[in-house]
């Protein structure tokens, strides 16, 4: 049974600092999600990894991923207060589009 | 295209009542998904439709919930005699493949 894993669930952090959060997963899966998720609203689809080594970057974010690891990382660059939110992980089990979740990590930026 | 349309956005039901819940998938998408959310966690797969079949249930509960994604019509999500554990927030995505699904704004079910 393929389980996610995200850490840290909680990361409190100031402005313009640097943090990376962690999404670790049980078994092989060749497609990785990144969502974003504000308080009471839906999902946004931030990044989607296919391979093996991928790397996207999108303004302050960037993700990668090491399959052979288990592994994908979505990294913040310089902290802005608008990048508060949850942010999940999500792995597909390779058919069907049945997305396995990770818990979410709750980002706050502090001025 | 006015994206993945769910409502209601709330919906209060006593217990024992039953609540359905309506997702309009994006013009063009034939694959429809549904996902329940309880409070400070993921999502967790419910069910994943495409026009008049159901694909995959297997992450709905066998007892009181069902689902349909009609010819014609939103997909709807059934959930008979709710009880107070059905409180959550559900949400439906869809996706013309299955690459890439565009999620609703989802509907917070109280069970009061």
């Known amino acids: 049974e393929l389980k996610v894993e995200q850490n840290p669930l909680f990361l409190s952090m100031q402005e313009g600092k640097n943090y990376t959060i962690y999404c670790n997963y049980s078994?092989?899966?060749?497609?990785l999600y990144w969502y974003r998720q504000d308080p009471g609203k839906s999902l946004e689809s931030l990044f989607v990894l296919l391979s093996n080594g991928a790397v996207k970057q999108e303004g302050r974010l960037m993700a990668s991923l090491d399959t052979k690891a288990r592994l994908s990382t979505l990294h913040i660059t310089a902290a802005v207060h608008d990048l508060s939110a949850t942010y999940f992980c999500?792995?597909?089990?390779?058919?069907?589009?049945?997305?396995?979740w990770g818990a979410g990590t709750k980002l706050i930026i502090k001025p | 295209n006015a994206g993945v349309m769910q409502n209601p956005r709330h919906l209060v039901r006593r217990r024992g009542q039953e609540a359905r819940l309506r997702c309009s998938p994006m013009k063009g998408h034939s694959h429809v998904y549904w996902y329940r959310q309880l409070p400070e966690e993921g999502l967790k797969f419910m069910v994943y439709l495409q026009k008049e079949n159901i694909i995959d249930e297997s992450g709905m509960p066998k007892e009181r919930f069902s689902a349909e994604f009609p010819k014609e019509g939103p997909s709807i999500l059934r959930i008979q005699q709710v009880v107070r554990g059905d409180s959550a927030a559900y949400f439906c995505?869809?996706?013309?493949?299955?690459?890439?699904?565009?999620f609703g704004q989802g509907t917070r079910l109280t069970v009061v």
């Open positions: 078994t092989t899966s060749d497609r």
């Open positions: 999500a792995v597909d089990q390779g058919s069907n589009y049945q997305l396995i």
């Open positions: 995505a869809s996706s013309p493949n299955i690459a890439e699904a565009f």
